[in-house]
T-cell receptor, first 114, second 115 residues
Framework: GAGVSQTPSNKVTEKGKYVELRCDPISGHTALYWYRQSLGQGPEFLIYFQGTGAADDSGLPNDRFFAVRPEGSVSTLKIQRTERGDSAVYLC????????????FGPGTRLTVL | AQSVTQLDSHVSVSEGTPVLLRCNYSSSYSPSLFWYVQHPNKGLQLLLKYTSAATLVKGINGFEAEFKKSETSFHLTKPSAHMSDAAEYFCVVSERDTGRRALTFGSGTRLQVQP
């Protein structure tokens, strides 16, 4: 079946602009996660949704970052007043409750802030 | 708190020779442990997962890993490397017993396979 999809695959923006990154999880997966992967590093956790609510947002770096999942499926990661340090690959993952903590990742969105 | 240390940032092997990628973990609880692979410009793919059912875990593409609690290790091995194995490999820990669902990734090991 279809995997996790993310759009856009690449996003270039200017410092100070607002961006939205979209994630479509695997159909039927109730849990959704966002991670950020900086160059040469492993992914770092940002936020986790169970259904529509953010169950754990402890990884969000500051209040410029916000994520929503209004209908319990698609999620949008929103970054306000982007900074050059926000440049990274943003990864989305989803999981099925019966599979516990096994997460399936999308291809990511590469964000470049000029 | 949980953490993962991948002991080698780069590993280079010849095609047909064994692969060993080393990982040590730290966890206050009974961990789940994973290995993921990331090919250039592609998403993370799950290779294998340990959840206490068996200490030797077999994954896809001939990879396997052994959980050693006494050594807090979860090394990834493959008997014979293929050119297509060249990629970045991540060791990952999850503290499933705490209910916290975030995965903690190591810094990665880049595997090069020489012809």
């Amino acid at each position: 079946g279809a995997g996790v999809s993310q759009t856009p695959s690449n996003k270039v923006t200017e410092k100070g602009k607002y961006v939205e990154l979209r994630c479509d999880p695997i159909s039927g997966h109730t849990a959704l996660y966002w991670y950020r992967q900086s160059l040469g590093q492993g992914p770092e956790f940002l936020i986790y949704f169970q259904g529509t609510g953010a169950a754990d947002d402890s990884g969000l770096p500051n209040d410029r970052f916000f994520a929503v999942r209004p209908e319990g499926s698609v999620s949008t990661l929103k970054i306000q007043r982007t900074e050059r340090g926000d440049s990274a690959v943003y990864l989305c993952a989803s999981s099925l409750r019966t599979e516990g903590d096994t997460q399936y990742f999308g291809p990511g969105t590469r964000l470049t802030v000029l | 708190a949980q953490s993962v240390t991948q002991l080698d940032s780069h590993v280079s092997v010849s095609e047909g020779t064994p692969v060993l990628l080393r990982c040590n973990y730290s966890s206050s609880y009974s961990p789940s442990l994973f290995w993921y692979v990331q090919h250039p410009n592609k998403g993370l793919q799950l290779l294998l997962k340990y959840t206490s059912a068996a200490t030797l875990v077999k994954g896809i593409n001939g990879f396997e890993a052994e959980f050693k609690k006494s050594e807090t290790s979860f090394h990834l091995t493959k008997p014979s490397a293929h050119m297509s194995d060249a990629a970045e490999y991540f060791c990952v820990v999850s503290e499933r017993d705490t209910g916290r669902r975030a995965l903690t990734f190591g810094s990665g090991t880049r595997l090069q396979v020489q012809p």
